[in-house]
């Protein structure tokens, strides 16, 4: 493609499709060919004037160190924004599938193409990410990818095509022996289910998902079917649907409540253009139909692989992450020295090698834990024997789909972030742990009788 600068007269082009706490997406609606079909992701930069979500500007010179031996991010330039499509490409697409995985390419933008989108979506974003953070103005280029809830043949004429995109969170439970006896609870309770608990007590969500990432990286189709049924219970911020490119059920750049009755009778009726089955029964074949495609497809496998790269936990990985920015360790500080046991000493004492490739697992594995994956499904009209894409057949509306999945949000963390995954980590465990002693005493307590007595 002939290189192209976008300005503010292409601003308008550009519609809001949602957002993380990244990146700002964007859907092109124009007439440019080399554009239709593609989607743009836009970094922002936090309102309190702090560094952004996947940091800014240069990489520090410990990261330059922590990535130095993979030459193809290193050889162009040290610019992040570079570097973080490289880190995709080079890093992140050979361990979880090219064929899964959408490199996009680089768009330069003008400051005045920016601020021209900001004042654009303003209004259509949810006010908390508004006053969090807005587009990062300093950026010289966007990354556009394909807009993998559509099929296309190079025009918006692909057909109908409806997509699932879910966040499917840590698939395992870590075993790490670096793991503090007090924590040990990280060893039988998910993160997800743990930080739930927090988001809870913080007031970001109004109530506890039944989700269970374990269900959906079981392997087992009863199991993968419980897991979407319950995301799509309690959407959040982790399950969302498209029709034909446009939204029908999950929220544009937060999360949503439990799934209501009406949001369930409206997404019924939405279902119909590729649902070929009576009312009140689309839905529960289109959650069949996306847990055949998971069980079909083989992508969870690969992902819990990357995830699985975090072998020591982040408590023994804070460890590495110290020795590598040649600093005093803040967290054997924190502990007295009775505390600071045998390993945590023998962490301090590896080779600087070793302690490089324990952080940079660590930070891989979290941009597996923090992404998303787009599943996209078109109806197969006829024997349709031809078709380049897997299918998957629908027995209950006895229909035969092409389905492709595709990871999305592959976004390389900063390495400062290790202090932030620490601290977070704590207060999720604490919370958790606060809420299992209220629960455990309200039990106690309504086990008494009038008296004082506890009822055996």
């Known amino acids: 493609m002939e290189e192209v600068i976008l300005d503010q007269k292409d601003a308008a082009d550009w519609v809001y499709r949602g957002e993380g706490a990244a990146n700002l997406v964007l859907a ?7 554009f239709i079909g593609k989607v743009m992701r836009i970094q922002k930069a936090p309102t309190n004037g702090k560094q952004g979500v996947n940091g800014n500007g240069e990489f520090t010179a410990y990261e330059l160190l922590l990535w130095g031996d993979i030459k193809e991010l290193m050889s162009s330039s040290s610019t992040r924004e570079i570097v973080e499509q490289l880190y995709v490409k080079h890093v992140i697409s050979p361990l979880l599938g090219p ?50 809830s559509l ?17 499917p969170k840590c698939g395992f439970l870590p075993l790490s022996r670096f793991i503090a006896e007090a924590n040990a609870i990280k060893r039988s309770v998910t993160r997800f289910e743990m930080h739930q608990a927090l988001k809870l007590h913080q007031e970001e969500i109004s ?32 399950f969302r649907v498209f029709l034909n490119g446009s939204l029908i059920f999950g929220g544009l750049g937060g999360g949503t409540e439990s799934t209501s009755f009406v949001t369930s009778e409206g997404f019924e009726d939405a279902l119909k253009p590729v649902i070929k089955a009576d ?15 998971f069980y079909a497809s083989g992508v969870l496998d690969r992902l819990l692989e990357v995830q699985k790269l975090d072998t020591l936990d982040i408590e023994g990985a804070i460890h590495a992450y110290y020795n590598v920015i040649s600093q005093p360790c ?27 490739k324990i952080v940079k697992d660590f930070l891989i594995a979290a941009t597996a834990k923090d992404c998303s994956l787009m599943v996209s499904f078109r109806p197969r009209e006829g024997k349709d024997a031809g078709s380049s894409y897997d299918n998957v057949h629908l027995k209950s ?27 977070l980590d704590k207060k999720i465990v604490s919370c958790y742990s606060q809420m299992l002693q209220t629960e455990h005493g309200v039990d106690k307590a309504s086990r008494r009788n009038s008296h004082g007595t506890i009822l055996r």
């Open 397 to 423: 509306t006895k229909q035969a789909f092409d389905y492709k999945v595709y990871f999305i949000d592959l976004d390389l963390k900063p390495l400062k972030k290790m202090e932030d995954y620490y601290e």
């Open 28 to 34: 092109y609606t124009g007439s440019y060919p080399a």
């Open 279 to 293: 009312n009140s029964l689309r839905t529960m074949s289109f959650i069949q139909l996306v847990a055949d495609a």
């Open 207 to 238: 109530e506890l998902s039944k989700y269970d990432p374990l269900d959906l990286f079981s392997n087992s189709r009863d199991r993968i079917h419980k897991a979407i049924k319950a995301l799509y219970a309690t959407p959040q911020n982790n």
């Open 151 to 167: 099929f296309l043949n190079g025009t918006l004429k692909g057909g109908k095509c409806i997509s699932v995109e879910i966040k």
């Open 330 to 356: 803040m967290v054997c500080r924190e502990l007295n020295e009775n505390k600071v046991s045998n390993c945590f000493t023998w962490l301090h004492s590896i080779p600087l090698d070793e302690s490089l």
């Open 99 to 148: 064929t899964h995985v959408d490199v996009g390419m680089r768009v330069l933008v003008t400051k005045e193409f920016l601020e021209s989108v900001e004042r654009n979506v303003i209004c259509e974003r949810p006010a908390w990410r508004v006053d969090a953070a807005q587009i990062d103005m300093h950026r010289d280029f966007v990354l556009l990818i394909s807009d993998h």
